[in-house]
């Protein structure tokens, strides 16, 4: 069997994707939890209660993006700092650190660019300044 993972993909054994599977499982766990869903609270909120208001929508914005911005940093540096201390207790290991720390990287990326979408702050149509 071992014979075939090294024929398909020859990077990688069988026993490495398993870590390849537990790094893509914590990345959107990771971005999700840091979060909070606010930004579906802050659409839900500016719908419901802040029409035709655009200094009450501003200030609002502004209040859920620094606060998710604050929850994220707060969360990639835990994952940076406690990063051995996952590897060893994931995979009895401390090489896969690095690791950690790159998919931390991609949940606080990917968590900036959901929060920056162009559709989520103006709608289905993202507004060019041109």
């Known amino acids: 069997m071992e014979r075939l993972y090294r024929r398909k993909d020859r990077s990688s054994a069988p026993s490495d994707l398993g870590v390849l599977s537990i790094l893509s499982f914590l990345a959107p766990t990771v971005s999700l939890l840091t979060s909070l869903a ?35 940093a707060i969360g990639f540096a835990m994952i940076a700092y406690f990063s051995e201390t996952l590897s060893q207790y994931f995979w009895n290991n401390t090489i896969y650190a690095p690791l950690i720390l790159f998919m931390c990287i991609y949940a606080f990326l990917s968590g900036l660019t959901s929060l920056y979408n162009p559709k989520r702050l103006y709608g289905s149509q993202p507004q060019h300044p041109w």
């Open 38 to 72: 606010l930004q579906t609270a802050m659409t839900k909120y500016m719908a419901e209660n802040v029409q035709n208001k655009p200094e009450t929508a501003a200030a609002v914005q502004k209040t859920v993006i620094t606060s998710v911005l604050i929850f994220s």
